[in-house]
C-alpha cells in the first residue's frame, strides 16, 4: 500500500542520519557499545566454552580411564561366572577371618598379624547385597538336606585382592526368557591387572576342591549345558556288581582310548568312542556308569533321546559342545529309531530325534570329537544294525540278570564281615538255585533285599522266595 511504502522510505533515512551522525560512524561501534548485546554475547560466549570444557572433560577422563585402567567382564553363560561368585562370598570371609580362601593359598593378605592386618580389616569392604542359591543335597544315608549359600547380588562392591582394589559391577537384564541376561564386570588399575590371572586361578582352585571327589551331572537346558544339583559323591567302581570281567574289560578299553589320542590323530581317525549298554532295566547300566566316571575322575553329561523337544539339531548342537571329562549318557537310544520319520519339505522333522538324526549326530561330518558316549536301551531288538556298526558303537555289553558269580560278590558286599566263614552264603545260594533265581532276577532285587535284611543273614535266606516272579519282598 502506499502509505506503508512511505513510511518504510522514512525509517531508511533516519536509520542512515543516525549512523552518518554516530561519532564512531559505524553499525558494529553501536552494537559493541550497547551493554545488553555485549552481555548477551558474552553469555553465549561462556557457554559455549563451557560446554566444549565439559565435552574436554569427558574425552580426558575416558582417555584417562582406558590408560589407568582395566575391565575383565564375565558373562553368565561363561563356567567362570559361577566360580567367581562362590569366589566372592569366600574371599570376603577370608579376608575378615584372617584365613585362606584356598587350602595352600600363600595369598599377601591371608593370615596378615598385627597393625597392618587390623587396618587392613577396616578398609575391607562388606557385601552387604547377597543373593541366595538354594541346593538339595542328598545324605549317604539317603535322607535329604536343603543347603543354603550366600552369594552377591546384582549390584556394585569393592574387593581388595593382593592390596589390589578391584571394582565389581554385577548386571542383570531383563530377558524374554525366564533366565535373565547377567554379567559381572571387574575393573582395577591397569598396573594391577595381573591379579585377573591369579584371581580367576584362584576361583578355579576354590570350585576344584568343592568339587573334589565328587561327579558333577549335566542336563540339557536348552542349547547348554547345566548342572544338575549339587555334585554327587563319586561312586566306588567295586560298588557296581557285574558278571567277571565286564567291569575290567571297559575300563582297559577306556583307558587305552584316553592314552591312544596322538596315535588317532596321527592316522585321521576320528578320537571318539561308543559304547552300548543293553539289558532289562534294574540290572546297573546306569550306575556302573556313574561309577566309571568316578573312576575316571570324570563328570557325566546325561540326554533322554525320548525326550519330548529334543530334535536333531538340539541333539547335534549339545554333542559339539560337552565339558570337558565328560561322559556323555544317552538313555533310551531305542526311542529314536521308533521315530523314523523323515524331514518335510520346509525340514521340519517333529518334536523328537529321529533315526538318522542320532546317527548323523554320532558319526556325521559335523559330529564332535575327543568324546566317549554311552548309550543304553532296554530293547536291543528296536536298535537298526547301522547304530552298532564300529565308528558310532565300538564295544556292546550286555547286562543281564544276575549270575551266580553277581549273587555271590553282592552277598560278600553286604555280608562279608559277618559271614567270614561263608557258612550262610552256601545256605543261600543253595535256597537261590533251589527257587531258579540263578540268571532269572536282577541285581536290583537282589540288593533290595540285602538291604530290607540289613545284617539280618537269616531273614535273607528266608525272605528270597520272594524274589519270585518280579522280585517283590514278602513281609
Known sequence: MPGNRIFRQEFAQQVNKSLENSPDGGLLSQLTGNPFFTAGFGLAALAAGLRLGQQGLKQGAHLLKRRL????????????????LQWMSAHQRAQLNGSHVVAGSTSAEAGEKGLIA??????????????????????????????????????KYMLRYKNAFIAVNRQ?????????FETVTLTTLY??????????????????????????????????????????????????????????????DIQTFLEGRTWYLD?????????????????????????????????????????RGLTDDKLNHLLTKVPQRTIVLLEDADAAFVNRRSSDGEGYSGPNVTFSGLLNALDGVASAEERIIFLTTNHIERLDEA????????????????????????WDRFYGDDD??????????????????????????????????????EGAVKMAEGLVGGGKKRV
Do not use: C
Open 191 to 252: 598396573a594391577h591387572r595381573h591379579v585377573f590371572d591369579e584371581l580367576f586361578t584362584e576361583a578355579h582352585q576354590l570350585a576344584a576342591q568343592m568339587q573334589e571327589g565328587k561327579t558333577v551331572i549335566y542336563t540339557a537346558w536348552g542349547t547348554e549345558w547345566q548342572p544338575f544339583g549339587n555334585p554327587k559323591r563319586k561312586r566306588p567302581l567295586e560298588s557296581v556288581v557285574l558278571e567277571e570281567g565286564v567291569k575290567e574289560r571297559i575300563v582297559d
Open 172 to 180: 542383570r537384564e531383563k530377558s524374554m526368557t525366564d533366565n535373565p
Open 267 to 307: 592316522r585321521g581317525i576320528p578320537y571318539r568312542r561308543g559304547y552300548l549298554l543293553y539289558g532289562p532295566p534294574g540290572t546297573g547300566k546306569s550306575s556302573f556308569i556313574q561309577a566309571l566316571a568316578g573312576e575316571l575322575d570324570f563328570n557325566i553329561a546325561i540326554l533322554n533321546v525320548s525326550e
Open 420 to 457: 567270614k566263614d561263608g557258612v550262610m552264603k552256601k545256605k543261600f545260594m543253595e535256597r537261590v538255585g533251589e527257587l531258579g533265581l540263578v540268571g532269572r532276577v536282577s541285581t536290583a532285587a537282589l540288593q533290595g533285599l540285602f538291604l530290607y535284611n540289613k545284617g539280618d543273614m
Open 118 to 155: 587390623s587396618l587392613l580389616k577396616k578398609f575391607t569392604l562388606r557385601l552387604h547385597h547377597l543373593q541366595i542359591q538354594t541346593a538339595r543335597v542328598n545324605r549317604a544315608d539317603g535322607s535329604a538336606h536343603t543347603h543354603f549359600s550366600m552369594v552377591p547380588g546384582p549390584g
Open 69 to 84: 585402567l582395566v575391565d575383565v567382564e564375565i558373562t553368565r553363560n561363561d563356567e567362570a561366572y559361577r566360580w567367581l
Open 387 to 410: 547304530l552298532v556298526r564300529p565308528g558310532r558303537i565300538d564295544m556292546t555289553v550286555r547286562m543281564g540278570e544276575a549270575t551266580a558269580y553277581q549273587i555271590e560278590q553282592l
